[in-house]
């Protein structure tokens, strides 16, 4: 158990709609990533928030978004799904704001889009 | 943008067996990493490498950390069943906006 928490573990929705996945850093960990995980792309990072604000981005869509909440816990938002976003996301934190220190991974929401 | 090449892609191997993959890129990495997934669940990290030539073990895994900065391997002793699942490599960049960037992973299969 690595102690970052993700609900839901599997979502399901159709094309168009709008989902919010959620995400519990681990105790004392500042910082929380977002990643993308499908069959042909691997693993690839959305957005990163330390403390509140957004930290660095990596190929998220301007449908989607992502916040950081006062305590810690993020979300991130997609909108007009498409039946391509149908993939898992993970979480990982860390406790400093440089990409340089290690990342634990939460256990991943599997989004399918119909 | 970064790249890291991992290979193989996949490993079919007997319980017992050692077993090797590496990760290459033509960019320079501060800091590499090995990571353990296994089905529906998130990659846990197996080991973290932080200097150019360091070598390091977690049990039955070692993994070295590249003179030139641009590679890695990882090592698995006397393989055994649980071994089984998708083993990433990963690479944080040097200066800039620092980010992970992931292999796309070796399938690991072990035969009891």
């Known amino acids: 158990d690595s102690g970052v928490t993700q609900t839901p573990k599997h979502l399901i929705t159709a094309t168009g709609q709008r989902v919010t996945l959620r ?21 690839q990072f959305l957005i990163q928030y330390y403390n509140g604000e957004e930290r660095a981005k990596g190929n998220i869509l301007e449908r989607f978004s992502a916040q950081q909440f006062p305590d810690l816990h993020s979300e991130l938002n997609l909108s007009s799904l498409e039946l391509g976003d149908s993939a898992l996301y993970f979480c990982a934190s860390s406790v400093g704001s440089s990409g340089s220190e290690t990342q634990y991974f939460g256990p991943g929401t599997r989004l399918l889009v119909l | 943008g970064q790249q890291l090449n991992q290979s193989p892609q996949s490993m079919f191997i007997q319980e017992g067996e050692d077993v090797s993959m590496n990760c290459t890129s033509s960019s320079i990495f501060n800091t590499w990493l090995w990571y353990k997934q296994d089905p529906g669940e998130g990659p846990v990290l197996l080991i973290a490498l932080y200097k150019a030539g360091e070598l390091t073990s977690n049990g039955r895994l070692t993994a070295q950390f590249g003179i030139t900065r641009k590679d890695s391997f990882l090592n698995i002793s006397a393989s055994i ?3 089984v699942g998708i083993y990433f490599c990963a690479g944080i960049t040097q200066g800039g906006s620092e980010k992970l960037v992931f292999g796309k992973g070796t399938k690991l299969t072990v035969n009891p």
């Open chain 1, 23 to 43: 995400c519990s850093p681990r105790s004392g960990d500042l910082s929380v990533y977002w990643y993308q995980q499908s069959l042909d792309q691997g693993l």
């Open chain 2, 81 to 83: 069943p649980s071994d």
